[in-house]
């Protein structure tokens, strides 16, 4: 007959819990603190190894506690609910990753996945310890899907088509790469080593986080537009899933689906889903995602979504700048609510605890960083603010308006590049960012949602859409950008679009609940016009056109990087430049060529003196000059490249 061991209590249960993570984090810190210090050869042991011989050892203790009288009694004076562990666990780890990026920077390390791993792993906890009710058995799981089986299956249709839009000769449409891009991918590429390398650093209020991810689509797809393209086109179909929740949320599934295929197929996301040089495409996607957990969770009384909706704006900081205009938004909303919607706020202020809580314990790290680099977080708007960069008072003086005035006029402006302005700025198209019935069905949708602005869900949908154009209205300059930074209100248009149309059906007598055979032929014509519509706006009057770029000069130096890359050889390269085309003019030219090395040359073609295998390149204007000298000096290859009717440049082979 064997004995059987008693059974533990939970009070013993959690005094071994607590015991096995205190060991586990000081044997963490150990690990933190030894790799952080230089290697040192010739010792026994490495600095602070002892504190992880000490975790070690209150790790293997914890074992050992068995239900007697001692411990029961221990126990009951440090019982800690699962709740309040697992939240203390996320502070202690995002404290500990905080503590890592400090070390790692003076010794310059330059492998920060640990330092990911941990701050990962503290958001994880914190989602946890508010999870009552999230972990469903298998049995459940499929239970949903069958349930769902359609509305998924939809949905994925809508991403596969916005996947076909977005992927389609994604390396050569745009034919060419802008400045920013170019910049863009060489400073990915410089995420392994410096400042760069950690990933809380910001780069032009680019997250180093986000470069190192493209960086990391460098491994395996090489260092190609096709690559450097890659995250934004995945971030263009991860909106429409996106897009849908938050519609999904706010107006049912008919408005959700309705949003996500006027999304999907719109001509200004496609674009900027196909470029690297505007990050706010990835806002389209991480803010309808955030906003739509914190809603639904408030709405259902379930803290992990509020928690989960804070930890991705926490992460949003290290992608771009949007995350700001986020920030802003949530907090007057949450004062809004907490004003006028008390009956409905008042019993969720738990959840929206957990939403800031969330954000809080994963912004750490950021915010460590930002607090050490001011500069590099107000980046763009010193330089591109209406108050930093001293434009508001310039204009107020050239103008002698008041800065109210000026000020309107500015959120008049970034309203109306949605819906009138054409989408010129890092685009070239002459179509504003919404088509003519895009835009009508959005004017009414808008003046709708206005309406029952007193429905919460509307409240957060005006507070979107509103708090992103005022942002980019006021804060940022110069207006012809707004037709790209109103990416930021995109989504919610869309949405607000989505309700206009199904309003409109429903007042011609037309509704899902009357005519619902009428509806369905009637919304589907539309979209089907506008699919087609956009399409032909994007592939048909942009892409093969030659009007991206913004100017000659930026294209030029793209066709010359492309081209200084297919040179087989490592013998000089010189281009016959002038004041308006020269190397080093745009980023682009790096990039493409791989940091070829390419030599200005402002003198005649005569000063040269070049030897056989050289190339020579002549920049547009000096495009006869070399000519004229290939004919003086045969049985060398000559090379012409074109944009659109325009011979952008020359290449001759010295032979």
Not at 124 to 141: N, T
Not at 455 to 464: A, E, P, Q, T, V
Request: with cysteine.
């Amino acid at each position: 007959m064997t004995d059987k061991q008693p059974e533990l209590s939970d009070g013993i249960k959690n005094l071994r819990r607590f015991v096995a993570f205190l060991g586990f984090f000081l044997l963490l810190i150990s690990q933190f603190l030894v790799y952080s210090q230089p290697v040192q050869e010739g010792i026994l042991l490495p600095p602070y190894a002892w504190l992880g011989i000490v975790g070690l050892m209150l790790f293997a203790s914890s074992q050992f506690i068995r239900p007697a009288a001692f411990w029961q009694k221990v126990s009951a004076r440090f019982v800690i609910p699962d709740p309040v562990f697992w939240i203390v666990a996320a502070v202690l780890l995002s404290v500990l990753a905080t503590a890592a990026v400090a070390l790692f920077r003076q010794f310059t390390r330059v492998n920060y996945i640990p330092v990911i791993t941990v701050w990962l792993l503290s958001a994880v906890c914190y989602i946890y310890a508010l999870s009552k009710g999230f972990f469903v058995s298998f049995e459940e799981f499929k239970t949903f899907l069958k349930n769902h089986r359609n509305e998924i299956l939809t949905v994925l249709g809508i991403m596969l088509l916005a996947a076909a839009f977005r992927f389609y000769k994604l390396g050569s449409i745009p034919r060419i790469l802008d400045g920013d891009e170019g910049l863009i991918g060489l400073n990915a590429q410089a995420t392994i080593s410096g400042s760069l390398a950690n990933p809380f650093a910001l780069w032009e209020n680019f997250g180093a986080l986000y470069l190192q991810m493209i960086n990391m689509v460098f491994r395996f797809f090489g260092i190609t537009p096709f690559a450097l393209r890659f995250l934004p086109a995945i971030s263009g179909i991860l909106a429409v899933p996106s897009v849908y929740l938050f519609g999904r949320q706010i107006g049912g599934q008919r408005i959700a689906l309705i949003a996500a295929i006027l999304l999907a197929t719109s001509h200004t996301h496609i674009h900027f889903s196909r470029i690297a040089s505007v990050a706010y495409i990835h806002g389209t996607w991480l803010a309808p995602l955030e906003l739509y957990f914190l809603l639904s969770g408030l709405d259902k009384r379930e803290s992990w979504r509020t928690a989960l909706g804070g930890v991705l704006l926490a992460i949003h900081f290290s992608v771009y700048l949007t995350a700001q205009v986020i920030v802003a938004l949530v907090l007057a909303y949450m004062l809004i609510a907490f004003l006028f919607l008390r009956d409905w706020f008042r019993p969720a202020f738990r959840q929206a605890l957990g939403f800031w809580g969330g954000f809080l314990v994963t912004i750490l790290p950021e915010a460590y960083y930002i607090w050490q680099n001011p500069n590099e977080f107000f980046n763009r708007l010193g330089q591109d603010g209406t108050f930093q960069s001293g434009w508001l008072a310039d204009t107020m003086q050239s103008t002698g308006q008041s800065a109210i005035a000026i000020l309107f006029e500015r959120v008049v402006h970034a309203f109306m590049s949605l819906i009138y302005y054409p989408a010129i700025d890092f685009y070239g198209s002459s179509t504003p960012m919404l088509s003519m019935i895009s835009a009508t069905i959005f004017l009414i949708g808008m003046i709708i949602s206005l309406w029952r602005t007193r429905d919460r869900g509307f409240l957060l949908l005006n507070g979107y859409f509103w708090g992103a154009t005022l942002a980019v209205g006021i804060f940022a300059i110069p207006p012809t950008a707004d037709t790209y930074r109103m990416l930021m209100a995109i989504a919610p248009a869309f949405v607000m679009a989505a309700i206009g149309l199904d309003q409109i059906l429903e007042f011609l007598g037309l509704g899902w609940k009357t005519a619902r055979t009428a509806y369905v032929f009637s919304t589907a014509s539309i979209l089907f016009s506008l699919l087609i519509f956009n399409a032909w706006t994007y592939y048909g009057d942009f892409a093969g056109q030659c009007r991206y770029g913004g100017n000659l000069e930026g294209r030029f130096a793209s066709y010359l990087g492309a081209y200084a890359k297919t040179i087989d050889n490592e013998l000089p390269v010189y281009l016959l430049s002038d004041s308006i085309y020269f190397y080093g003019s745009h980023a682009s030219t790096d990039f493409l060529s791989d940091r070829r090395p390419i030599t200005n040359s402002l003198d005649p073609i005569d000063a040269l003196a070049p030897v056989t295998g050289e190339t020579i390149i002549a920049s547009p204007d000096r495009i006869p000059e070399l000519e004229a000298w290939a004919r003086l000096h045969p049985g060398g290859q000559l090379h012409y490249r074109y944009d659109c009717q325009t011979t952008m440049l020359l290449a001759y082979r010295v032979p």
